[in-house]
Every structure is written in C-alpha cells, then in structure tokens.
C-alpha cells in the first residue's frame, strides 16, 4: 500500500474544490473524488482527478466506497469543500480514526436554527428569529419580530432561498415554497422547518477562522435586495483596529460557542452601530470560505487556507505565517436583467479589456457564447469574476470595479429575440412586478434597469462625504517612497541592513494594519511627521530616526504627488482606449449606414453614421496620444532634491527611480521641487479632450430627440420622468455634456494658483493647485465612460436617416461637381443645381426627379451612391481606409500606454521583492 489517499467528499462548484486536490497532490497525496455526479466538476475531468461514483447522500454506500478504497492503498485524510457534505465527511474521518472536526458539532452547526440557540445561550449576538413549520407560523413569526425579515432555509449554503420579505403576503409566498422543498439542489432531504430572522443593517463582513485563531476580516459586498447575492469581496478589510478587534473576537466566541475549533470555519457577521462592540452573528460555516475568499487571502495575506487544510486533515502543522502585505478584491459579474452572453470574439474582447486594468491579476467568465442570464437570486446567477491586487485596499478595490465593468460588456441586453431559457421561466407575480416597480426598474414604458456602471457614474455623487480615503491613500504613497528609499539607502552603505531592516518591518506592519495606529495619532505638523513620530516611539530615535535620511518633505510631497496621480491616470487612460475602441468598432459596423452631415443646424452633403464616428474617433486617438505624452513628466523621480539644494549625503536617485518606476532622475533640485508642470499638461489635455466629449454629446443629444429621430439609446441607458409616463430621456448625454468641463475648470484654478508662487517649494503650487488634478481627471473619465456606453449602446435609424439625406437634397453638391467635371464653371454649376432644389421645393419633387425633367441629369443621386463616390480629401467614400489607419495609431497608442502600465507594475514587484528579502535576511 504505498500510495497515499485524501478522499474527497463532494466538492464546491466555485473553485475551492479543485484547489483541494491539486494541494493534495502538491503533498504527495493522491485525492480521490467521492460524488454521486462526476459531471457536476468538469474540472474533475480537465485535471485527470481520480473519481469514484457512489450515493453521497446514502451512509452505508459512501462507508462501503471508502472500505473499497482502504483495501486498496492508505487512506490518510477525509475533506470536503461543501458545506452540504462537512457532517459526511467529518463521520467518515471519526471512523476511520482521521484527524477531522467534531462531527456532531458540524452536524448540529448546519442546522442554523439549532446553531442560532447555541450561540443565543453562549451570549453571541445575533438576529432575532423564529423556525416555524408552516405558512402560518411564518406570518406570526414576522409579526412579532416586525418587518421586514429574511427568511431562509434551515439548512443551506451560499445565499440560496435566502430572501428579505417587505410584508406578510412576501413573508407567506417565500415560506410555502421554501416548505414545499423535500430536497435541496444537490437532491439531499432537508427538514421541514424555516427560519424568520430579524433584518440586521450595517455593513457586513466574514472572519476566517482556523481553529480558534481569527485569521483575517473580510469586507463583504451584496447585491440588491430582496436577495442577498455576494458580488465582491475585500481582503483584509479596511476597518480600524477595534472594530475589525471586535469582529475577529465575536467570531471566535461564536466558533467556541457550537464546539467547533478545528480546521477553516467561514463567519459572518454585521457592524450595526457605531460602537465597535455592536457585532451580530448572521451565521457560522464550519468549513473553508467559498466565493474565491481563500485565494483572495493567498494572494494578500500569504496565507494558503486551502494548503492549511489539506496539512490539517492529513495530520500535519497547518501553515499560517503570513508571507504578503497587499490587498486583494474580486468583483463578480452579474445581471441585472435578462441577457444573452455575447459572441465569442466580444468575450475575449471583454475578458482582455478587464484583465488590461492596473492590478487585475485574474478575468473569469464563467458562461459562453449565447448563453443566457438572468437576474441572480444566489451564486449561481454569477456570469464572472475579476481580481486585483495592489498596495493597498482603496486601489484594489477601485481595479476590480473598474475591471468588472469591463467585463460586463460580455453581456448583451439589446437582443430584441430573447427567450426564457430552455424549459421556461417562472411567471411573474404581480406582487413581484410592484415590487419591481417599487424599486424603480420597470416604470411602464421603460423594463430594464439603468446600466450599472453608467449608475455608478451618475447616482454615486449622492454618496456621503468621507466616501474616499485620502489620509490612506497618502499614507501609503508616503511608505512606497520609504521603501523603495530605505532599500537604496542600504545597498549604498549610508544605513545599516539591521537598522533599515526593522523599520521595513515596522512600515510593513502599519501597511497591513492600513495604519490604524498612525490614523489614531494626533497630528498637529502633518501628516508626514505623525507617521515619522510613530516609527520613531516604537523604534527608538536610532532606527526611526534615519528614515529622512537625506531628503526633504519637499522632494517626498513632489515624489508621492507623481505616485498618486498614477492611478486617476491610467483610469482616463483605460477609458479613452475603450471609447477609441468603441468608437472604430461602431464606425466599421455602421460605414454604410447613409445619413445627412450637417453644417449650421442643415443637412449639408450624405455621409454614413460610421464615417462620422470615424471622425470622433480622430479626435478622440489625438486626445489619447496628447495624453501619452502629457504623462512624460510622470516618469521622473524627483527624489533626491531635498529640500531644494540636493544634500550631501551620497544617495542613488537612479536606484529609488528604479523601484518606483520612473525612467529618470531629476537633473536639476529647483526644477525638481518647484515643478508641477505635469499637473497643467495633464489637465490641459484632458480639457481638450472635454471639448470633443461635448460637442459629439451635442450631436447625440439632437438626433435622438423625437424631432430627429436619426439615433435609438437602449432602454438600459436612458432615463423616465417621475411625472411624465410617455418620456424616454437619453440623459446620460447631458451628464457626459457637464462633466466634460471639469478638467477645463480644473486647468483654470491649477495655473491661477500656481501664478501666485514663486520658482520654489510652494504651498500654493504644489498642494493648492494640485488638489484640482484629481476631480478634473475623475470629471472626465467619467464623460468618456458615459460616452463608451451610449456609442456602444445606441442605433442608428437607418431608414430614417436615409430619408432626411433624401429630403434634404443632401446630393446637391455633388451633382454641382458633376457639372464641374462636364466642363461647366463650378459657380455657374452652383447656381443651376440651386434653381434646380429651389423647383424641386415648389413642385413637391426629390432632387433626382427634378434634375431628370430639368435636364441636369441624375447623376447617380441616392445618397448611397453620392457618398461612396466621395473618396477624396477623407470623404466617406474612404471610411474603410481611414478606420484601417487609425485602428494601427490605436494599436501603437495601446503599445505605449501597456508598457507604462507594465513598467510601474514591475517597479511595484522589483520593489516588494526587495523589501521582503530585507525583511527576512
């Protein structure tokens, strides 16, 4: 019996299961599947898992399996990563005399009504809840605990049948069908009882729990009710220390309180007051996390949760040192309503757009071409997911919001040929369809709900202030720079690797802590030297003290201002690349799509939809390249300067321009300080930019009005009147109209302050005239992104527009040039084809029918053929090879911008790298 076998029972269907065994095998195990549907894990058959098809559900069949088994090699180990199957598993591995939880605390631990009493008798707080047996209780339950409540199974895992009831007629139609159920999804019997709980507000988080130790908070993130779908996570959640001390300690009471105390257990809990101590329970999973949560930790924490279970099972030491200082989000991709997945070439696109992101590390889609989706009422409605990964949570989060909005363009909700999905769809109720209405989707005219990210845009103005981090987020632009300053200091001998080695230590420890500590210190010389004085008081004076070893605040303030811009940067960035993209796209599907171009409000000559679009495109590629080139002064490194004379002392300006990412030292100390040039250069652009944003608004706006009738935005991007039933507003123009002015405005301030300073470090310079960057930059961003989305989602009328080319006698110039090109002076041509619309007027007639009986000859006169005759001077006879060329400028553009992207990411790697072998040697 050499081999060795981890027996598997079941698995999750969100990736966790497939770690297990992989983990296993990376020990030198061999994992064996135990399922009654093999099917069920595809990734069973990708990775060549060894599987065995028995009765899960049945005990004597899985006991006899395992028996099979034992005869044959050493079974080692009994795991699952479901929650349905943690009580099987734990029995199995109690028979076989196998490391594994108390399989009776488990057991008792999935009956949540049961867990509920214990923790309630253990002192934990929690919800108040009833379990009831009929309809009738329900309605009894709900009225003594008071509305709303959520009501949900017993037993279950991952939100399913979880739902908050508005009223008693809600709280009657989800119980019945909740005690109608004999079986859960995986065909298991469930009991016959429900829970009524009481509704907890506040934000929630989970603790994951090994043993007794509270390993790290997670923020939770979850969609719109009734339901409780979990649409992202973040690790470790940004709390401060006695609030995420208090969540860590309520989880641990409850993991005490139901016996539990060995291997993962997944808590989740609610803040419901401002005082720390104000934490309920919403429940405890004696078992590993799903929702990605242990790779999220992995990836932030250094921490392997799937390894540490796997070596627990086993017998061994779980390891849980923790091995990284970073923050991890994901954010999975839902619908809001009925769709469809778009082709396969629109995926890739998509899933390569979201994965291009700074510190997107992973862009998942779970479903494939054609598929349909709906709205998500559990985990199985996800479409996708995205992670990022940076320095700090405020970043990471911000990546993977900005990542799965890009990724939602997989979806389509413009098919007008959707169907329920194969075998129907449940009818909806007409309380369902009131409360639809009541939360403001269907309004009547209007059924879908506004685009997420175009409401993200619009409806996040109205988030209270405080809503950003910006004390975090300087912080952590302040310890990047003593980082990557420490490290050279180091490797140039001004600083021993001892004495540098404990205060990368110590900023190591505030990062992870998101500098609590430091937030909590009086800081009455700013922010710089309340950091410093922390280092100093829990270091010494002789270790925190060399931390400004040769350098100033001022060449540090010049330094991190450069870093923080990186960011809102690369955002503008992304979204003029995907408004370029969307924009050729656009203009190559619609460059035969005639309409008129008008000049003075008046059809002047017929082009295509497409070639106008091409148009806005060439405005929008020199934007992009202005751009690129207005961020040069980015990439030098101002450090080194001091205060604004250099210093003595023998530094590397090379080095630390090297771990942070810039491609150059600065030449000149006054230059270096004094400068903030890039801030005008950046804003300058971006108000040019602002200016093509609005004008092509402008357009938009009037062709989609009822009296042009050239444009259709779907429903999913315009807006209804609260007053007016009929109206369909394409608002979202207006939106994109204002904001593109911000960086105009902001430019405007940034110069008038930066004029009242002399060549210097100055206040006025470089903190008054720069707090105007980062809303100029937000401003705009926000206005190519409205507009990427109303390009995109947005149609042209083509026999409208064909008809106002018509109408218009749009080809009156060029039968005027065909008289030219007859021999006929062009101003005597002019005036012919003049009298000619003038008697086409009169007489009610087109164009083609007066020149006919005017002797002027047609011409060949429908717009269509006028406009692919235009091929000269850029004329939409040439759209085809104009959209060639400026899809190269944008791939060269793309080029630039991912090797910067690139280079900044490396710079954080190279650096993190150092940091760690410093910390460790």
């Known amino acids: 019996m050499s081999e060795r076998l981890l027996l598997l029972v079941e698995s999750n269907t969100t990736g966790t299961g497939r770690l297990f065994a992989r983990r296993a095998a990376d020990l030198g195990v061999v994992p064996v599947l135990l399922c009654a549907d093999p099917g069920r894990y595809p990734y069973a058959a990708e990775d060549r898992l060894r599987t065995v098809t028995v009765d899960t559900s049945d005990e004597a069949a899985l006991w006899a399996a395992v028996g099979a088994l034992a005869g044959e090699a050493a079974v080692v180990g009994v795991l699952t990563s479901s929650e349905y199957y943690v009580p099987a598993a734990a029995a199995l591995a109690r028979r076989l005399g196998l490391p594994g939880p108390d399989a009776e605390a488990v057991r008792a631990c999935r009956d949540k009504a049961g867990q509920r009493r214990a923790l309630d008798a ?19 339950a709900a009225r003594e605990i008071g509305l709303p409540v959520v009501v949900k199974p017993v037993q279950g895992s991952g939100s399913l049948g979880v739902r908050l009831c508005a009223d008693l007629d809600e709280v009657a139609a989800h119980a019945g069908t909740l005690l109608t159920a004999t079986v859960n999804e995986r065909g298991v019997a469930v009991p016959g009882r429900i829970l009524v709980e009481e509704y907890l507000t506040g934000p929630e988080f989970s603790v994951e729990v090994f043993g007794t130790e509270a390993v790290v908070t997670v923020a939770k993130h979850v969609g719109s009710l009734p339901v409780f779908v979990e649409v992202g996570h973040d690790v470790p959640a940004p709390l401060p220390g006695d609030r995420d001390r208090a969540l860590r300690e309520t989880a641990v009471a409850a993991v005490r309180a139901l016996g539990l105390g060995w291997g993962a257990a997944h808590v989740e809990l609610r803040l419901t007051g401002t005082d720390s101590r104000a934490v309920s329970v919403i429940e405890v999973n004696p078992r590993l996390a799903g929702g990605m949560i242990p790779e999220l930790v992995r990836r932030a924490c250094g921490i392997d949760l799937v390894l540490a279970q796997v070596q627990a099972a086993l017998g061994g030491v779980p390891e849980l040192g923790r091995g990284a200082y970073a923050r991890a989000s994901i954010r999975f991709l839902t619908s809001g309503q009925d769709g469809v997945l778009a082709p396969a070439a629109v995926l890739a696109d998509a899933v390569d757009r979201a994965r291009a992101v700074p510190d997107t590390v992973e862009a998942v889609l779970y479903r494939a071409e054609g598929e349909r989706v709906g709205p998500a009422e559990d985990f199985r409605g996800r479409v996708g997911h995205v992670i990022a990964v940076a320095g700090h949570a405020g970043r990471a989060a911000e990546s993977a919001d900005r990542a799965v909005a890009l990724l939602g363009a997989a979806v389509s909700y413009t098919d007008p040929s959707l169907d329920p999905p194969s075998g129907g769809a449940p009818m909806t109720t007409g309380t369902e369809a009131e409360t639809g209405a009541a939360r403001g989707v269907d309004t009547g005219r209007l059924k879908a709900a506004l685009d997420a990210e175009a409401h993200r845009i619009v409806y996040d103005q109205y988030l209270p202030d405080g809503a950003g981090d910006g004390l975090g987020e300087e912080l952590r632009c302040i310890s990047e720079v003593d980082r990557a300053h420490l490290i050279m200091l180091t490797e140039c001998g001004i600083v021993d690797a001892e004495r540098a080695g404990a205060l990368l230590r110590a900023i190591e420890e505030l990062r992870g802590q998101d500098f609590a500590p430091v937030r909590a210190t009086p800081m009455p ?17 002789s270790t925190g003290g060399i931390l400004h070893t040769g350098r100033s605040r001022n060449d ?109 030292a600065a030449p000149n100390s006054v230059d270096a300080v004094a400068s903030r040039d890039f801030v005008l250069d950046l804003l300058s652009a971006s108000a040019v930019l602002g200016v093509t944003l609005a004008r092509a608004g402008r357009d938009l706006s009037t062709w989609t009005s009822e009296e042009f009738g050239l444009l259709r935005v779907a429903d999913t991007l315009v807006g209804s009147s609260s ?163 400026a899809d190269t400028h944008l791939a060269s553009l793309r080029a630039e911008l991912t090797a910067r992207r690139e280079r900044w990411s490396h710079a954080e790697t190279l650096l993190s790298q150092a940091v760690l072998k410093a910390v460790t040697s």
């Open 556 to 664: 540090l303030n010049a330094t991190t201002t450069r870093l923080k811009t990186r960011t809102p940067y690369l955002a503008l960035l992304d979204a003029v690349d995907r408004l370029a993209g969307v924009l050729l796209a656009k203009a190559s599907e619609y460059q035969d799509v005639i309409m008129p171009a008008y000049t003075h409000g008046q059809p002047a000559v017929p082009i295509s939809y497409g070639h106008y679009l091409a148009g806005v495109a060439g405005a929008v590629l020199r934007a992009y390249e202005a751009l690129l080139d207005a961020g040069r002064q980015l990439d030098v490194n101002p450090l080194g300067a001091g205060a604004i004379g250099g210093t003595s002392v023998p530094i590397d300006p090379r080095r630390t321009a090297e771990l942070l990412g810039f491609t150059s």
């Open 122 to 140: 253990a002192g934990v707080g929690g919800p108040g809840f009833a379990v009831v047996s009929d309809v009738t209780g329900a309605r009894e």
């Open 723 to 885: 007053m007016m039933p009929q109206k369909r507003n394409p608002f979202l123009l207006e939106h994109i109209q204002g904001r593109s002015t911000a960086s105009l405005g902001a430019f405007v301030s940034a110069a008038s302050a930066m004029t009242t300073g002399g060549y210097t470090n100055a206040i006025a310079v470089g903190t008054e005239a720069v707090r105007h960057l980062w809303p100029g930059l937000s401003g705009t961003t926000d206005a190519v992104t409205l507009l990427s989305l109303v390009v995109a989602g947005t149609e042209p009328e083509r026999a409208r527009m064909t008809d106002r080319a018509v109408a218009g006698f749009t080809s009156a110039t060029y039968l005027a040039e065909r008289l030219v090109l007859d021999g006929m002076p062009f101003r005597a041509a002019h005036h012919l084809v003049g009298e000619t619309v003038l008697g086409a007027l009169d007489s009610g007639r087109s164009l083609v029918d007066a020149a006919e009986s005017g002797a002027v000859g047609d011409g060949g006169l429908a717009p269509d053929r006028v406009a692919e005759a235009c091929v000269h001077g850029g004329g939409p006879g040439s759209t085809a090879a104009g959209i060639r060329q």
């Open 525 to 541: 010389r700013g922010v710089y030297l309340a950091y410093e004085g922390r280092l100093i008081e829990q270091l010494g004076d």
